[in-house]
């Protein structure tokens, strides 16, 4: 799911804030900790064209690449932190105050950000082609890897019979070219350089198999961080919007790029060829659903959810 980027940071102590109130000049600070991901680009710009303030906020970000860390530092460290549905789901069963506070990027047909490819060499043309062979994955309880056992499921082929290998993104090139593995699961911006190779074969775009257009990440705070800042909660959401306007202006495009590069730290010729997103900032509770069955089904998941408490309450305050 993630861009590759860099290590994990030190994360510093903030003062915390409350009840729509913090800086000297009126505004509320908002703590936000984010990876180096393409969907962040939304809240970058939003700082850094100014749609932050303009809806009454100030905000400190913080880069914390391990975002499975982030849940429990919500109310602590953090206000608002990037999560993925299944953290968010699963943090939840365990008891913790996590809710969605607004989306991010969003997986469609026509931009897809993540792949699962095969090597003609091994004879994988299709998910059938699968069954004993090996797929070299991101993460295996991660959401790509639930969407292609989902793939893999839907066509036929049990998820068990599949080995898995863990392949990191910057080597699923090679280690497909070599016949180290028979499959890799990738992302953007690795897909275009894997299907160079005149041997490789895209064989989905896994999270498209489970809905048309779902949700992959998004920004997640706590159900009482949300209850005392509802201004600054839709003020966040707003600024957000604002944001992906100014993105999908097709002139602001080089900008934008520049944005991506200063908080990821990619070479300026990956960021140049990166294929962004569709970006989104409302929250995506009909994706809620579909992750849950899919943990289920495929990871084991027993939790006791309540769906229809999953998203911050609104205001237009």
Known sequence: MALVGA???TVSAVTACGGDGGSADG??????????????????VAEAQGYFEDHGLTVKF?????????PPALGKSFDIVLSTPTLLLSSSARGLDVVEAAGTSVEVKDNPTAAV??????GVKSAKDLGGKTVGVLNETGTLHLATQYWLEKNGVSPDSVKVAQVNPPA??????AGRVDA??????FIDSILADKDSVLLTHPHLEMAPEIGLILWATSGSWADQNPKALAGFRKAL?????????????DEAREVLGD????????VGSLKLPKYAAEPRPQDHKVWLKAMRDYADFKGKVDLDKLVAGDSDG
């Open 62 to 70: 913080t880069k914390v690449e391990n975002v499975e860390t982030l």
């Open 263 to 270: 908080y990821t730290g990619l070479p300026a010729d990956v």
């Open 27 to 44: 505004n509320t600070t908002i703590r936000i900790a984010h990876n180096s991901n393409a969907g962040v680009l939304s809240a970058r």
């Open 184 to 189: 890799v699961e990738t992302v953007t911006p």
């Open 7 to 9: 290590a994990l940071l």
């Open 241 to 253: 919007a604002d944001a992906v306007k100014w993105i999908e202006d097709s002139s602001n495009e």
């Open 172 to 177: 699923g090139k090679d280690q497909l070219k």
């Open 117 to 122: 490819i095969g090597s003609g060499k091994t």
